[in-house]
């Protein structure tokens, strides 16, 4: 698979994004304490960028149409504008805003990034989509250490979640990432109803962003109260799972060609992440606390860029189409399980609460076992 120039550029979007979004769960402590809000109060910050997702999710193909060969730009200057205007936001309304204008810029690259690398590498999108969302996991490790260093060294959470992706901002838009769009050679009509296929991964799609959301938004807080980690020391622990989704992610590629099908690799990645949940969630001592937090990100890695891919796969002919309404899936899984996850926590704690996430875990795992009683297409995926 070739990967130009504009490739990388266009992975570097999602490296921003993941940045962002990672830090958005690392700065969650912070923002309650600031603001006085509780945690049901606090999801609403990733519902506010669901929102973005939903609506992008539900037109985001007219939008790419209107926008043209500005949409990439556009979208990456509205999501790193809309995390500069939620962390310096003065009150719990305009910070919000700001998470509401990151939802629509971070939705929009959900969006145009895959249908972008599907019509760039065709069979070879999935392993694209893994290597793009690779790159966003691995500067996702990055967000929990700059933050919990510039919380020590007194610099403040603000300069470590902003400095980084401002400065990315600045060098994409003056260098790779030039004005493009998808080619007409694969933009048709979008009348149409999408496959029968398409709606089984999409439900997948769901369950896989519930179960990444679920955790990356509440690791810090779990690690807190429930972990006996100090405040920095949670800070820093949480990168453990994203340092376990990008070792994940970059693995994609070669676990299409071991386990190449999808429903059996999305079964044994759920299978991982339930078990490294229980080592995570049983808390018995730091190193088996963090142990699991990598293997829970190990199998939450996968299960995004496979069902992704294969949605992708089963619409081949309206790419906008199938990669919106895959924004539509990640909007309501992420509007949804974390404000779920903070309303259960503040009624019944957090360590009770924080069970959603292996039950949508083991709900991915009955539904791939279903798929896989019916015969299955193979991953059509070679670097």
Known sequence: MRR?????????????????????GTIQPELRTEFGLSR???????????LGLVVVGVAGHHLARVLGSWALPVALTALVGGAVVLALGAIPLVSGGGALIFG?????????????????????????????????????????????????????????????????LAVLLAGPLRPA????????????????????????????VGIEFSVLFFAVDYLRTDGGFSSGAATFGAAAFVLGMAAGRISVGPATRLVP??????????????????????????IVTIAGLVATGLGVALLYPVALGQALAVW???PDRAAA???????????SAPVLLGALADTGGLRSA??????????????????????????????
């Open 4 to 24: 130009s120039w504009d490739t990388l550029g266009v992975y570097a979007t999602i490296g921003c994004l993941g940045y962002l979004l990672t830090g958005l």
């Open 40 to 50: 049901f109060e606090v999801g609403l910050y990733p519902s506010a960028f669901a």
């Open 104 to 168: 629509f810029g971070g939705a929009a690259l959900v969006q145009l990034v895959p249908a972008r690398l599907r019509a760039e590498h065709g069979a070879g999108a999935t392993v694209a989509i893994g290597e793009a969302n690779a790159l966003g996991s691995t500067a996702a490790v990055l967000a929990p250490l700059l933050i919990g260093a510039a919380l020590a060294t007194g610099l403040g959470w603000r300069t470590g979640y902003l400095v980084v992706p401002v400065l990315a």
């Open 181 to 208: 769009r998808i080619p007409d050679a694969v933009e048709v009509a979008s009348a149409g109803r999408a496959p029968r296929a398409f709606l089984g991964w999409w439900v997948d799609l769901v369950l896989s």
């Open 261 to 286: 099908a999808p429903a059996r690799l999305l079964a044994l990645a759920a299978g991982l992440a339930t078990v490294g949940f229980g080592f995570f969630w049983s808390a018995m001592n730091p």
């Open 316 to 318: 081949p002919s309206q």
């Open 325 to 335: 309404r895959g924004a539509l899936a990640s909007g309501v899984a992420a509007g």
């Open 354 to 383: 924080f069970l959603l996430a292996p039950v949508l875990s083991l709900t991915l795992l009955v539904h791939c076992a279903l798929r896989l009683r019916r015969p299955v297409p193979v991953l059509l995926t070679e670097v």
